[in-house]
C-alpha cells in the first residue's frame, strides 16, 4: 500500500507517492490545484492503493486550501481511505508563509500567529524524503488562520 501527500497552497502543486513511508515518485504541476488535481491522481489512482491522503491543510491560499481539502475528501470517501492532515509548516522547515500586504503566518511551537514582517527569510514547500503517519492528524478541516476578506 501507498500512501500520497498533496501540499497545494500555491504553485507549484506538489504530490508525493511513499510507500513504506519513503517517497517513491514525485510529481510537480506549474498549475492551479483546481486544474490539476484530478489529472495528477486519475493515473495515480490506476497504478496505486492508497493507505492515507495526507495534505497540508493551510495556512496558505484560500483557494488552494478549498479545493485541495474537498477534492481530496471527496476521494477519500468514494475510496474509503482516510484523510489526514498537517499544517503547512510541515513542508516548508517552518519558515514564514505569505498571508496579505506584510502580513505573514509564523508557528511558534505549537501557535500559529500572524506577524508584520518586512523581509521574512521564506523557504518554498517541498515534500520530505520520508514520512511517519503518526506526524499526521485525523483533524483534517481547513485552516485558513484569518477570515475572507470581502
Known amino acids: ?45 490506476k497504478r496505486y ?15 488552494g486550501i478549498k479545493v ?7 476521494l477519500s470517501i468514494v475510496q474509503k481511505v482516510p484523510l489526514l492532515a498537517t499544517d503547512a509548516f510541515f513542508f516548508n522547515q517552518n519558515s514564514p508563509i505569505k498571508a496579505v500586504g506584510k502580513l505573514y503566518f509564523v508557528k511558534n511551537s505549537s501557535t500559529i500567529a500572524l506577524e508584520p514582517l518586512e523581509a521574512p527569510q521564506m523557504n518554498a514547500f ?13 483533524d483534517n478541516l481547513p485552516y485558513y488562520g484569518i477570515d475572507a476578506v470581502g
Not at 506538489?14 to 493515473?43: C, H, Q
Not at 492503493?49 to 483557494?63: C, E, L, V
Not at 481539502?69 to 471527496?74: D, G, H, M, V
Not at 517541498?126 to 485525523?138: A, H, K, M, Q, R
Open 126 to 138: 517541498v515534500l520530505p524524503e520520508t514520512i511517519e503517519i503518526e506526524n499526521f492528524d485525523s
Open 1 to 45: 500500500m501507498h500512501d500520497a501527500v498533496v501540499v497545494a497552497l500555491g504553485t507549484p502543486v506538489l504530490v508525493g507517492v511513499y510507500e513504506n513511508g519513503v517517497l517513491v515518485e514525485t510529481i510537480r504541476s506549474e498549475g492551479m490545484g483546481s486544474d490539476v488535481l484530478a489529472e495528477i491522481f486519475d493515473p495515480l489512482c
Open 68 to 74: 485541495t481539502y474537498l477534492f481530496l475528501k471527496t
Open 49 to 63: 492503493s492508497f493507505s492515507h491522503f495526507i495534505y497540508a491543510k493551510g495556512p496558505g491560499s484560500f483557494m
